[in-house]
């Protein structure tokens, strides 16, 4: 029962200082117009500037529209789930923290080294598309600048430059992350005002198209939820449609970059669910309506599956638009690399201070005030991956491993209600353990949605992630040598 030993919620925000570990305090300078600016900065990137012709094209039709709603609604049913922990216990980690006080230390290791997983791959996977987006934009060689190169030195360039604005503080991350996000939802809102002009109804019917089998369907690429019930997976109808909901919740990934800060948040009472809830009802809007538009501009069967936006434009005789989403484009991208780079440090940072990881990469460094070794760390392993590894569909283990953590969130709200009654709690998910409970059923069957393979690499991963837990993370815990000496 040592594997599965509680950290109290009182104690997730303490720096070690008695037990030696001395990794210092991050600073408090956020506030919650901050908290929605990183929201935004992280999920509002690849999903929408890629995604929506995809699915569109291939899986739902115009009922990729419903597909970004599904998703929406898991997300926000999770965030009210994260919105909770986050202003009982405002500590960095998040889910990883929320783990440790409710199902345990082995279970908060699986946690934190999944989001590991989420953040430092969703990262080296957006770098990779920053590469070859702004390649093809400016003209550059595609040796250097695109998936056919062996070294991609344009995803090394991105993420060396956001590491430096990364280690320079929060507030200056912060910084930058808004005005990229000004720049991306601008545009966004042009997409929709403009492109609204040209939909038509005749490009939205059938709305639901009927369903056919899906393509390449067999073996470890059908879903596991068909796998297991016998069902040829198809596409479009409502199945290809809750199947696209489960790929498209990869555009909403990262909002939980919000919790992992609430530690450097001045009000986190107040502002962390103001940061979360915001995050995802603006995400919701604009996902929709960016949606509705494209397929209603261009039937879906010709829509573009790399740039379905500007191609939608292009098609409607407005071409001159496609500087401007493009201009979206590398911001949205820019940011989203920038965020995951700071979440990813953070929980690492967490995990160092409970000496599952070793405290000294872990410090905060007093003159900025941020991990920087953690965060170098970090940016060390994205800069390998996006500079030498096609990662190619290995994109679909950032929605597992986010679902994954959305999923024991979810659980940890309902646990913490009966162990910990009197904790106090400013926000409160409405209607619990209803609500919870809805989220973590939801997250699971959009987990059941995904590959067979998507979930053999992520099992893989975590297989990997038990083995360093048991050489070094069981040995070093702090929680454990306090059980130790009690």
């Given at each position: 029962?040592?594997l ?22 991050l ?26 012709g ?41 889910a ?17 080294w ?79 005002v ?30 596991v ?36 800060l ?5 009000r986190p ?35 573009d ?10 098609q ?65 392993l ?5 500079t030498?590894v ?18 024991l969130?979810?659980?940890?709200v ?11 709690r ?14 973590a ?28 837990y ?5 040995r070093?815990s ?9």
């Open positions: 029962m040592h599965f030993r509680t950290k109290p919620v009182e104690l997730l925000g303490d720096d070690g200082t008695t037990d030696g570990a001395d990794v210092g305090r600073r408090r300078s956020l506030s919650a117009r901050h908290l929605v600016g990183f929201g935004i900065g992280v999920v509002i990137g690849t999903g929408i500037f890629t995604l929506t995809v699915e569109a094209r291939d899986t739902a039709g115009p009922a990729v529209v419903v597909s970004f709603a599904l998703a929406g609604v898991v997300a926000l049913l999770a965030a009210l789930c994260y919105a909770e922990l986050a202003a009982a216990a405002p500590t960095a980690g998040s990883y923290s929320y783990a440790y006080a409710t199902a345990g230390e082995l279970v908060a290791w699986v946690i934190g999944d989001l590991f997983l989420e953040f430092a791959l969703g990262a080296a996977v957006v770098a990779r598309g920053w590469s070859g987006y702004v390649g093809n934009l400016l003209d550059l060689p595609p040796s250097l600048f695109g998936e056919e190169s062996t070294v991609n030195v344009g995803a090394a360039l991105i993420v060396v430059v956001l590491t430096v604005v990364a280690v320079l503080g929060v507030r200056e991350s912060a910084r930058v992350t808004g005005v990229l996000v000004v720049v991306k939802v601008a545009v966004c809102v042009f997409v929709i403009a492109g609204a002009w040209f939909v038509r109804g005749a490009n939205l019917t059938p709305f639901v198209p009927a369903s056919r089998p899906a393509e390449e369907s067999g073996g470890l690429a059908q879903p939820v068909s796998a297991v019930l016998g069902l040829d997976p198809v596409a479009f109808g409502v199945g290809g449609m809750l199947t696209a909901a489960a790929v498209v919740f990869f555009a909403y990934t990262g909002f939980e970059a919000v919790a992992n609430s530690e450097e948040t001045r009472g107040r502002d962390l669910p103001l940061g979360l809830l915001g995050t995802l009802g603006l995400s919701t809007a604009l996902y929709i309506g960016v949606s509705l538009v494209v397929v209603g501009m261009v039937r879906y069967d010709r829509l599956r790399g740039a379905p936006i500007a191609d939608a434009f292009d409607v005789g407005l071409g001159w638009a496609s500087a401007l989403i493009a201009l979206a484009a590398v911001a949205g991208l820019t940011s989203v690399i920038l965020v995951d780079l700071i979440t990813v440090s953070r929980i690492g940072f967490a995990m160092g201070r409970d000496g599952l990881l070793p405290p000294v990469v872990a410090r905060v460094s007093p003159r900025t005030g941020v991990p920087v070794r953690i965060t170098l760390a970090f940016a060390v994205v800069l390998v991956m996006a030498f096609p990662l190619g569909t290995l994109a679909d283990l950032v929605s597992i491993g986010t679902l994954f953590a959305f999923l969130v979810s659980v940890a309902i646990v913490l209600r009966r162990t910990r009654p009197e904790l106090h400013p926000f409160r998910v409405p209607l619990s353990p209803v609500l919870p409970g809805l989220a059923l939801a997250c699971l069957y959009l987990m059941l949605n995904l590959s067979i393979e998507t979930w053999l690499r992520f099992l893989a991963w975590l297989a990997l992630g038990l083995l360093v048991a050489l070094y993370g069981y070093h702090r929680v454990g040598a306090r059980a130790a000496q009690d």
